[in-house]
């Protein structure tokens, strides 16, 4: 066939030319574009190094802001117990100069002022709770180790036993005869033989921690959440006698004083009267929740979440006084009376106990040797035990 005559007609055979342009122009934008894909990976590798760096940089970062958040922390925290322990100090100087101004110091008597004689030391946690055997010269002493310790007061002044049964925290520690009877955050009260020293039973009380234990007129009084139990004790059985409702928080305190009950909750005393188990008169309160009541022979005095130290008179029912002086949560009260004075003692948050004379309502004295909040107080023949969140329990003498 002869092509010659068909390529001089050929409509296309003019393209010839600019379709090899095109196919040229096209093999080069394909290597451009490859050469661009080649230089596209390149940029993603390094972005995503520059990326790992980045990251790394912003947790470096990170720990050094946390570390500064820390630093800042700690020394905030120094300095509020600076502050504490200055305003303490402040406290002490008002106080002092208040004897002075009443001419208490020149009747100064140097007998009545509390010394620490000793420390019993073996809990592995908090010490929340203290209960005195006077008959035996035996303390217990509840922590958050779970367990009770028995010490000797009189002679060896050394834990004689370490009563275990609790599953929870033990809160609440009351004796009644030859009964000794333990409240926890395992919601149960175990019953103990105080002369074998043995667990003898153990009742699910409430459904929430048992957060004290009072007992008087052969009945054992249990606070809890929104409400107090009252047993009748029967040998080593506790069997419901009734429910004390209408509380409006926990029941941190609760004192057993002639024929009355005292129950302390949120901003409020609620007295009852034991033999009708019936609320005859309530004390509103400020302050916060009530964590501790003490009842002398004429004031009714109450610890709260904000410090304060709330007195009532205790035929009236009116409120007296409010001691300040404390900068922690005032945890327990405890009383010590003689024929010519009676003493409050305070333990606080802010690892100080203060004694207080009634007859003229100011601070006495201020004890500091616990190196954690003071959490309970008991009393027993002019001395005064303290446990504290440090872990150990500390006896007070004149």
Request: charge should be negative; hydrophobic fraction near 35%; glycine fraction near 6%.
């Amino acid at each position: 066939m002869n092509v010659q005559p068909h390529l001089e007609v050929c409509k296309f055979e003019g393209l010839k030319e600019f379709l090899q342009q095109t196919d040229d122009r096209f093999h080069e934008m394909q290597l451009t574009l490859a050469q661009k894909d080649q230089d596209i990976a390149f940029l993603r590798s390094m972005l995503g190094k520059l990326s790992e760096k980045l990251d790394q940089l912003e947790k470096n970062l990170e720990l050094k802001f946390d570390m500064l958040d820390e630093n800042q922390s700690k020394l905030s925290e120094d300095l509020m117990e600076f502050r504490r322990d200055a305003s303490m100090l402040n406290d002490e100087l008002s106080h002092i100069n208040a004897r002075l101004n009443m001419g208490i110091l020149g009747s100064y008597d140097p007998q009545q002022i509390f010394k620490c004689k000793g420390t019993f030391v073996g809990h592995q946690g908090p010490v929340w709770c203290l209960c005195v055997y006077s008959t035996g010269d035996l303390l217990f002493s509840g922590s958050s180790d779970k367990t009770i310790k028995v010490w000797d007061t009189c002679t060896t002044y050394k834990c004689q036993k370490t009563l275990e049964g609790h599953d929870g925290i033990v809160l609440a520690l009351c004796i009644q005869g030859n009964k000794l009877y333990s409240g926890s955050a395992d919601c149960t009260i175990i019953v103990w033989d105080i002369q074998t020293l043995q667990k003898v039973n153990t009742i699910r009380a409430h459904d929430n921690p048992v957060c004290t234990l009072v007992s008087s007129h052969n009945m054992l009084f249990s606070g809890s959440l929104k409400a107090i139990k009252v047993w009748d004790i029967v040998g080593t059985e506790l069997k419901l006698k009734k429910e004390l409702t209408g509380l409006n928080h926990w029941v941190r305190a609760l004192v057993a004083s002639q024929n009355h009950l005292y129950s302390g909750s949120y901003q409020t005393i609620k007295i009852w009267d034991i033999r009708s188990l019936e609320c005859v008169h309530v004390l509103q309160t400020s302050g916060g929740s009530v964590y501790s009541i003490a009842v002398t022979n004429h004031h009714i005095v109450c610890g709260t979440y904000e410090n304060l130290i709330h007195v009532w008179d205790i035929e009236s029912k009116e409120q007296v006084r409010t001691l300040t002086g404390h900068v922690g949560t005032v945890y327990a009260l405890a009383v010590i009376s003689t024929p010519d004075q009676t003493k409050v003692f305070s333990a606080s948050y802010d690892r100080s106990l203060r004694v207080w004379s009634m007859d003229n309502m100011i601070c006495t004295q201020t004890l500091l040797r616990h190196q954690g909040s003071v959490t309970a107080l008991a009393v027993s023949r002019g001395r005064l035990f303290s446990g504290a969140v440090d872990s150990t329990v500390k006896v007070w003498t004149c």
